[in-house]
């Protein structure tokens, strides 16, 4: 079954065997971080480290993948964790119910960005930053969404949170969570792999309401 | 002078996508967002012709100006 699990990805056998020894580490397990989990437990990654201190909340139903009646008032990341393994048994998968810190993240050799908070991107944006892991970043509001790379030369993530935030309960729709998570699994994919993706320049952005999408590319610092 | 505003997500509700304005010589790129009604506090990236600019920054014929809203959610 493991070979027959990931056939279907197409992926030259060294590729799949890529993604099996790599290690994503998911801040924040809600909605964008719940729907990259499940996209990339299937795409075949074999390691995950899924850090969030929170608990699924009836406000949470509209769009985190894995929150249902019956996961109400359960840790996000105990739930996670549960739901990756039975998709593929033999991922390693380790949760931590906390904040982020050093620790949730120095192993990984990509993160993923399901935070809620500009304060808290730019301070998981400069860790990832002093350990030279990418930070696949994603953020969503009703029909708009952003996803981009952050990196020591790309940190888009200063450029969009360089002002407070206003807006702390940000109205969130499913589709749009779908659609941006779906850009950051690819993201992850692609960085992997060592193919090269516009988005490791700058970012997406997303208007689902109108069908635009425009790629905002900046000058390497 | 001609100048082509971009304004993107919510930005663009009851407004517009893009357009091309006629402005005074002088104006600068917080005017534009005043003469909006948006509020500076919700701008998160503003970029004259792709680069970083900020609310003092005179505009010139034929620049192409974008406003960005802060997007948080995830």
């Known amino acids: ?221 | 002078m001609k100048v082509t505003v971009k304004l993107f997500a919510f930005f663009r509700e009851d407004r517009f996508i893009k357009e091309d304005r006629e402005l005074p010589e002088g104006t600068t790129a917080g005017q534009i967002v005043d003469d909006l009604n948006i509020d500076r506090e919700e701008v998160g990236v503003l970029l004259l012709n792709s680069r970083h600019c900020k609310f003092d920054k005179i505009l010139q014929d034929g620049d192409i100006y974008a406003i960005f809203p802060v997007i948080g959610g995830g």
């Open chain 1, 1 to 221: 079954m493991e070979v027959e699990r990931t056939i279907r990805n197409g992926l030259a056998t060294e590729d799949q065997k890529a993604l099996r020894q790599a290690t994503v580490s998911i801040v924040g397990c809600g909605g964008l971080g719940g729907r990259t989990a499940e996209l990339l437990v299937r795409l075949g990654i074999g390691t995950f480290i899924l850090t969030d201190p929170d608990i699924f909340t009836s406000s949470n139903l509209n769009r985190q993948i894995f929150c249902t009646p019956q996961t109400l008032g359960l840790e996000k990341a105990r739930v996670l964790a549960s739901e990756l393994q039975k998709i593929n048994p033999v991922a390693n998968i380790y949760f931590h119910v906390q904040t982020f810190s050093e620790n949730n993240i120095k192993n990984a050799d990509v993160v993923i960005d399901g935070l809620d908070s500009a304060k808290d991107r730019l301070q998981l944006a400069k860790l990832c930053r002093s350990h030279s892991i990418p930070l696949i970043h994603g953020a969503v509001k009703q029909w708009y969404g952003q996803a981009g790379v952050d990196s020591e030369t790309s940190p888009i993530i200063d450029t969009l949170y360089s002002t407070p935030e206003t807006d702390s309960t940000p109205t969130v729709f499913p589709m749009t969570v779908a659609l941006i998570a779906a850009m950051q699994a690819t993201e992850v994919c692609k960085w992997i792999l060592q193919k090269e993706s516009p988005l490791q320049n700058g970012w997406l952005q997303c208007d689902l309401l109108n069908c635009d999408y425009d790629q905002i590319l900046q000058d390497k610092t």
